[in-house]
């Protein structure tokens, strides 16, 4: 077994692999760049390495870099993890001229398989089905638009060194192939340092079922079932589960056993990823393979009880796989929701800055038996930088079956805590409330057809507004009571805790009365409605629990000047508890008009300016591109929304710019 391993990766994968190398007592090296000088990785190991600055293309995909570090502490062994170097063959051949061991696959499969165009050659080549496309090189927009339109629209662009939905782009006429040919390319060069691109045929409608496949270096090559990966955003998973709520036991054992044969003729061995495009009637055809450890294998974990990262290890260090394929089971269901540093209200844009709160979940098995897991690289007052991807945490959870391990998941979001950045946690609770969801009914189109119009937050129903009401009511009550017990007031001027109240929440108002005794608190609505509720809230409490009519829920609370904010099941409301007077007042005050931007191109994320498409007194149409910002490794078009004269450009390329900043206006 190895001694020391060097981890050639940042954030939550390293510290991933650091865990299950320290479970093994095996030494860890964390590499570190400017920008991750204080990340929990470089805490986590036991010596770590600067190698550069923040941009990856400067430290984390400069391989001479990793080598020096592998020569400065004696490491036998690399993880690369996934992303930067995971999938580069002249990384994982310098190693072995080091005589140090690859914890991945060795260099012909990579060079095989980790191309997207050669592996699609292979698989064809071995009677596999593939999307139809173009799998020679492009060399221009131009070249790329014919072939588009010959294959047929709408096409996929795509890096053929890409991963982790980075230098792809859906086109669906000859203007978005020719942007999206120069936007992939950019993008592949900046992530990969490869700018290769293809085209092949996008197939609506699909699901994106994966095969998860394990080889040892004796012969011995297995598939430990699939993985959901459909609902996807710009071509990045959100949400994963194992197994496919879709496939039935034939149709998975086909994927499953093909996938197997497809890793045995190009020699592989450790842990890869099969992934397959599947239509309604479970056809099923190659997509790709990626040969290194994917970012949701902890749903796998969860459902067969195996430790891919430590099966790595092992099989890297030349031992045979202790198990079998009639050994592999797969026991109950498991669901992972990505946490990312982006803004749902603007369009799932880039966020960066500090984390003033980070507190998620309990882990570990909960009292009703589930499963709570949570992977990640960072920690309260930690920065989200905007050089790298912009995943905060990967929260998994497991039940006996979906339908509890999906309620499970909207439990764990309900007590994530997270603050200073946006981030996704209301709409991926959002998603575990949907019907459709919760169905299974699931496509790579799932986000686009259900949030058409963006992401508004969640509206509360009649009965949800009338919890989140009762909620503010004990809360106001709590506050009142509180008040009440200041010291130091005149005798007969002791604040009175009323019991008649006014909740606004939601565009709905509640008369409500409140009431507390030693048999519990109580809000009742009218003479035919009245619930009980126990709380854990105190006055600073973030976080507590509400029994509504005995049934629990985590409700985040926070105290914004008159109102008290209230968080649950994606639902993010402003609730005003007034007394009746005081609401009767309230209703004759004028309100508060936003100041107009309909004339002005605002920064909608922080990022750097890297190009400026139009100058003063040029006439834009809409949808015309007017700049480019880049944030988190990812090219953001802005077009123009109507017919517009420019009277100002505000700002150069290569500006760094905070969100709102003002990059031009129009007359």
């Known amino acids: 077994m190895f001694k020391k391993i060097l981890v050639a990766n940042r954030g939550e ?265 599947v239509d309604g009637d479970r056809n099923f055809y190659f997509l790709e393979m990626n040969t290194r450890l994917q970012v949701e294998h902890p749903v796998t974990e969860l459902v067969t009880g195996l430790d891919l990262v430590e099966q790595m290890i092992r099989v890297a260090a030349g031992e045979k796989l202790a198990f079998g394929q009639g050994d592999v089971k797969l026991d109950g269901w498991a669901i992972e929701s990505r946490l990312y540093a982006e803004d749902p209200y603007r369009n799932f844009l880039p966020s960066i800055g500090r984390l003033t709160r980070y507190r998620p979940p309990e882990e570990g098995r909960q009292d009703d038996g589930t499963v709570i897991r949570n992977d990640t690289g960072v920690f309260e007052g930690g920065e989200i930088s905007m050089f790298y991807d912009p995943m905060i945490a990967k929260l998994c959870t497991w039940g006996p079956d979906r339908a509890t391990a999906v309620e499970a998941m909207a439990k764990a979001l309900d007590a994530f805590e997270v603050e200073g950045i946006g981030h996704n946690l209301p709409f991926l609770s959002a998603v575990m409330q949907q019907v459709r969801f919760r169905e299974g009914r699931l496509t790579t189109a799932y986000i686009a057809e259900e949030f058409a119009d963006g992401f508004h937050g969640v509206a509360p129903d009649e009965a949800s507004a009338m919890k989140l009401a009762a909620v503010a009511a004990i809360v106001n009550r709590a506050l009142q009571e509180r008040a009440s017990q200041i010291s130091g007031t005149i005798g007969n001027h002791h604040r009175v805790v009323g019991h008649e109240w006014m909740v606004n929440l939601a565009d709905r108002k509640f008369q409500v009365t409140s009431s507390a005794s030693a048999d519990g608190a109580y809000v009742r609505f009218s003479e035919e409605k009245a619930v009980s509720v126990a709380s854990d809230w105190v006055p600073g409490r973030t976080l507590a629990t509400f029994e509504i009519d005995n049934q629990p829920i985590n409700v985040k609370v926070d105290l914004i000047g008159t109102g008290i904010r209230l968080r649950w099941r994606g639902i993010d409301v402003v609730a005003r508890v007034r007394s009746p007077r005081v609401a009767e007042l309230a209703r004759l005050m004028p309100k508060k008009l936003p100041p107009d931007t309909s004339k002005m191109l605002l920064c909608p994320m922080p990022g750097v300016v890297t190009s400026i498409a139009v100058k003063k007194g040029d006439t834009v149409e809409a949808g015309q591109s007017l700049a480019v910002v880049e944030a988190m490794k990812m090219e953001n078009i802005l077009r123009a929304e109507r017919r517009a004269t420019v009277k100002r450009v505000a700002i150069a390329a290569g500006a760094s710019l905070a969100v709102d900043e003002l990059i031009m206006e129009f007359e």
Not at 183 to 205: C, L, Q
Not at 233 to 259: C, H, W, Y
């Open 13 to 277: 994968i390293a510290c991933r692999v650091i865990k299950t190398a320290k479970k093994l007592g095996i030494a860890t090296v964390a590499v570190y760049s400017d920008a991750d000088r204080d990340a929990m990785h470089v805490r986590l190991a036991d010596e770590a390495v600067h190698i550069g600055p923040s941009p990856s293309s400067q430290s984390y995909i400069v391989i001479e870099k990793i080598l020096e570090a592998i020569r400065k502490t004696g490491a036998d062994a690399v993880h690369p993890g996934y992303g930067f170097l995971s999938e580069n063959a002249a990384f994982a051949e310098a190693l072995e001229k080091e005589g140090v061991a690859f914890i991945g696959p060795p260099v012909k499969a990579i060079e095989a398989m980790g191309d997207k165009i050669t592996s699609k050659k292979l698989a064809a080549k071995a009677g596999v089905s593939t999307v139809p496309g173009h799998m020679g090189l492009i060399e221009d927009a131009d070249e790329a638009v014919r072939i588009a339109s010959s294959i047929g629209f709408p096409v996929m662009i795509k890096a053929s060194a890409g991963g982790g939905g980075k230098g792809m782009r859906i086109a669906w006429n000859e203007r978005e192939a020719r942007e999206g040919f120069q936007s992939s390319k950019n993008e592949a060069k900046s992530s990969f340092g490869d700018d290769r691109i293809f085209i092949e045929k996008f197939v609506t409608e699909p699901r994106h079922i994966e095969i998860q496949v394990l080889g040892d270096k004796h012969g011995n090559t297995l598939y430990l079932g699939e993985r959901e990966c459909s609902i996807q955003r710009r071509n990045q998973k959100v949400i994963e589960e194992a197994p496919s709520p879709f496939l039935d036991e034939t149709t998975r054992r086909a994927m499953g056993e093909q996938a197997a044969a497809l890793a045995k003729a190009v020699g592989y061995h450790s842990a890869g990823t099969v992934e397959f495009i």
